[in-house]
Every structure is written in structure tokens, then in C-alpha cells.
């Protein structure tokens, strides 16, 4: 009954901490070809099952590094912000080429970054237990493939999700960088319903940014001389 008990605690564990991670693979991937979406989200996600491997055996020598969730948190706002480009080029009317190996990278660097609490909760519930912990790495590689390719479809009909996906990406970044020690030590105060404020205003001002700089900024600097004179 033990044993029932902790792989339940693990399925739920990765249905609820894959979610963030699994947003990434979409919007990833979701402006490739189909054959090259599905490449893209079997090696990403299959790389990034390795990524948690390593993060499993090295986690609690990553816990006691002060700045990792700072420097992690930070990224993430700045993949955030990055992966909306396409998203506005494409509403510019410009056709946006998309490629197999930076949708890859971008899985890769945002797992990597994301993926410390999925592992520190499977490792909590398996108990040392080896099979169960393997187990839990089987169980959210298949989230990842399934919700990822699910993310990517759903985008690709729906524009406006690209937004939402990039402002879970920068939520997630912004909670990442207000847990960190270096950022705690300092703003203390920085918890609880005010980091969901904060939260929501890092992610709010990001998006206007991007949407600033990527459609607006950018359209500007792209137009022919002439045209801007007048």
C-alpha cells in the first residue's frame, strides 16, 4: 500500500511541475514542421529527462549554490521575452523561419533551469528508492512529450496562448529569482502574496515590453528611409 501510495505521490508531482516545463517545448517548437515539431519534442524532452538525471544526482550540491535561481530566474524572463519575436514578426507579416536546433537549445537551457523542483520532488517521494525514482523520470518524460506537443497544437490555433505561454515562462522566472538567498537575504518582505504581485507586474511590464520592442521598436528601424522622413 506504501509503495501505491508513493508512485501516486509521484504521478501527481510530475502532472503538477511539468506543467511550466511542458509550456516550453511548446512554444518551442509549435513554428516548426510537423516532422520537425516532432523531432524537436522527442529530442528535447528526451535530453531534457537526461538534464533531470544529472540534476537528481547533483541536486544537493546545487541547492547550497547561492545566485543559481537568480541567474535561472532571470533567463527564463529573458526566454520569455525572446520567444514573443516570432509571435510579432508573424502579426508584421513577415514569414518567420523557424529551426530545429535553436527550438532544441531553448528546451534544453529552459529545462535545465525549470526542472530542480520536479526533481527534488520525485527524489522527496521516492524515499531513496531507486525504481521509484526511475520510474518518476519515465512517467514525466511522458508528460513532457504529450503536453508539449499538445502546447505546440493548441498555439498554432490559437495565437494569443503564445502570450500566455511566454507569461508563465517570465512568472515562473520572476518567482525563481525572488526565491533565491541572494534576493531573500535582502527583501525578505519579497513573499507570499506580494511575490504574486510582484510576480504579476514583472510579467505584465515584461510582455508590454516585448510586445514594445518586437513589433513597435523593431517595425520602426525596418522601415525604408523615404518612409520615415515623411
Not at 518518476?136 to 506537443?149: A, C, D, E, Y
Amino acid at each position: 500500500m506504501e509503495f501505491l501510495s508513493q508512485i501516486l505521490r509521484i504521478v501527481i508531482i510530475d502532472l503538477v511541475l511539468s506543467g511550466d516545463n511542458a509550456v516550453v517545448i511548446g512554444m518551442a517548437a509549435h513554428r516548426l514542421e510537423p516532422a520537425q515539431k516532432k523531432r524537436a519534442i522527442l529530442i528535447g524532452g528526451g535530453a531534457a529527462i537526461g538534464l533531470r538525471i544529472l540534476l537528481t544526482a547533483i541536486a544537493a550540491f546545487l541547492l547550497k549554490l547561492q545566485g543559481l535561481h537568480l541567474i535561472g530566474g532571470l533567463l527564463l524572463i529573458w526566454i520569455g521575452f525572446k520567444m514573443l519575436k516570432a509571435e510579432e514578426e508573424t502579426h508584421e507579416g513577415m514569414k518567420v523561419a523557424a529551426s530545429l536546433k535553436d527550438a532544441i537549445v531553448t528546451i534544453l537551457i529552459a529545462d535545465f533551469v525549470m526542472s530542480l523542483d520536479n526533481v527534488l520532488g520525485v527524489a522527496g517521494a521516492s524515499n531513496g528508492n531507486t525504481e521509484l525514482l526511475i520510474f518518476g523520470l519515465i512517467v514525466s518524460m511522458g508528460i513532457l512529450m504529450f503536453m508539449g506537443n499538445l502546447v505546440a497544437t493548441l498555439i498554432n490555433k490559437l495565437w494569443w496562448l503564445a502570450y500566455v505561454g511566454s507569461g508563465v515562462i517570465i512568472w515562473t522566472g520572476a518567482h525563481m529569482l525572488f526565491e533565491d538567498k541572494l534576493f531573500s537575504s535582502r527583501w525578505g518582505w519579497m513573499k507570499g502574496s506580494m511575490a504574486h504581485i510582484v510576480a504579476a507586474v514583472v510579467t505584465g511590464l515584461t510582455l508590454m515590453f516585448a510586445h514594445w520592442y518586437h513589433r513597435v521598436h523593431t517595425s520602426r528601424h525596418n522601415l525604408p528611409l523615404t518612409r520615415i522622413g515623411e
